[in-house]
């Protein structure tokens, strides 16, 4: 993955499960139905992203290569 990958899961999506994970603890009926789909969804989501993201970087690191070198005898 690259770098904005990582920022993307450390900075947005943790902070963002947590705070939903404590608003779905403050219902009071204690509905576990939504944190059963909060927990698919971000299951669905992180393996979308992350294949996404592998594919982008197989794609594009062929053309990023640098150009061979000449060499002056």
């Given at each position: 993955m690259g770098t904005m990958?990582?920022?993307f899961f450390g900075l947005m999506l943790i902070?963002?499960?947590i705070?939903?994970?404590?608003?779905?603890?403050q219902d009071k009926k204690?509905?576990?139905?939504?944190?059963?789909?909060?927990?698919l969804g971000v299951l669905i989501a992180t393996y979308?992203?992350?294949r996404l993201d592998k594919d982008f970087m197989e794609k594009n690191a062929k053309a990023a290569d640098a150009p061979k070198?000449?060499?002056?005898?």
């Open positions: 990958s990582y920022i902070p963002a499960i705070f939903l994970v404590w608003m779905i603890k204690k509905n576990y139905l939504g944190l059963f789909f909060l927990i979308t992203i992350i070198s000449s060499s002056f005898r």
